[in-house]
């Protein structure tokens, strides 16, 4: 089945800083990505999404790329801000049931 | 527009007793499904309805848990008995259909001591 790798935390980085999280995946065809965030005490709300190859998903000055030679699609964001600490999530859709499967999650901590 | 409803949002039992959680996907939404979140893992899904149907249930452990959806609109997940390797967060989301955006309800946090 797919599996989802994601970089492993918890990331520290203090406001303004260069944001990247990685993520890879295996699966059969070519899946939709996704990144998901869990803010505290919140439900898990969808970041971004690419459906297909160079696509790139892009909300909140988020950004990843759909690269199908690498199987990735590493979340970056320019300037981080302490709103940004949360849990993010890295997800694959793929299947005739579009099923997703999930990476870990990383624990982002951002300080002023 | 209101979201994905759960109750309750905690619950703590003990091992080998029952326990059940009720989802109220987005109105509309034929896609409901559950998932098991345990702590530091993604959230990996249990079981996958279309209407009152089930699409997949391959990760549901069938011997302790059921699910049901049977007027298509809200949903039930039990655990009988309980063991501890349940303790988890169980998420409802929904979709409009098979492929469309997954939207998350809060949660269940579940304790089984």
């Known amino acids: 089945g797919d599996s989802v790798t994601q970089m492993e935390g918890p990331v520290t980085l203090s406001e303004e800083a260069f944001l990247t999280i990685n993520c890879t995946y295996t699966a059969t065809g070519y899946p939709s990505l996704f990144w998901y965030v869990q803010y505290p005490g919140e439900g898990l709300q969808l970041l971004l999404k690419?459906?297909?190859?160079?696509d790139k998903g892009s909300n909140k000055g988020f950004e990843a790329t759909y690269r199908k030679e690498t199987t990735s699609f590493h979340l970056e964001k320019g300037s981080v801000q302490v709103s940004d600490s949360a849990v993010y999530f890295c997800?694959?859709?793929?299947?005739?049931?579009?099923?997703?499967?999930f990476g870990k999650g990383t624990l982002l901590t951002v300080n002023p | 527009e209101a979201g994905v409803a759960q109750s309750p949002r905690y619950k703590i039992i003990e091992k080998r007793q029952s326990v059940a959680f009720w989802c109220n996907p987005i109105s509309g939404h034929a896609t409901l499904y559950w998932y098991q979140q345990i702590l530091g893992q993604g959230p990996k899904l249990l079981i996958q309805f279309q209407n009152n149907g089930v699409v997949d249930d391959s990760q549901l452990p069938k011997d302790r848990f059921s699910a049901e959806r049977l007027k298509g609109v809200d949903s039930t997940l039990k655990i009988q008995p309980a063991k501890l390797e349940d303790s988890a967060v169980y998420l409802c989301a929904s979709s409009l259909g098979l492929a469309g955006e997954q939207f998350f309800g809060p949660g269940t946090r579940l304790t089984v001591l």
């Open positions: 997800a694959a859709s793929g299947g005739s049931n579009y099923k997703l499967t």
């Open positions: 690419a459906t297909k190859a160079d």
